[in-house]
Nanobody, 124 residues
């Protein structure tokens, strides 16, 4: 089992920044590809970004590319999401996810493990 705990969400004005963290425990962190997903009220959960086991590969949804940056620190068992130039449409609950398979933390959204989510609210 892998336990994932997100933190860092909150309320921010449009144009501002937030940094989310996802702390992992239970298994060897570096064995897992990691991803961030988000869900807004009335909408399905959507892919945001993902990072490979070593951090060498990343991919982003078009809606966040150039504004968000994913990273990980395998020594600290933690993944991060730096969110800049935030927009009201970025308002959502953000979930971190983990799976040994790269494809499962992508747009298919079928990872083996999920965090509980952290709320991000961007005011206009």
């Amino acid at each position: 089992q892998v336990q994932l705990v997100e933190s860092g969400g909150g309320l921010v004005q449009a144009g501002g920044s937030l940094r989310l963290s996802c702390a992992a425990s239970g298994r060897t962190f570096s064995n897992y590809a990691m991803g961030w997903f988000r869900q807004s009220p009335g909408k399905e959960r959507e892919f945001v970004t993902r990072i490979s086991r070593t951090g060498a590969s990343t991919s982003y949804a078009d809606s966040v590319s150039g504004r968000f940056t994913i990273s990980r620190d395998n020594a600290k068992n933690t993944m991060y999401l730096q969110m800049n130039s935030l927009k009201p449409e970025d308002t959502a609950v953000y979930f971190c996810a983990a799976d040994p398979a790269w494809v499962r933390v992508g747009v298919t959204g079928t990872p083996g493990y999920w965090g509980q989510g952290t709320q991000v609210t961007v005011s206009s």
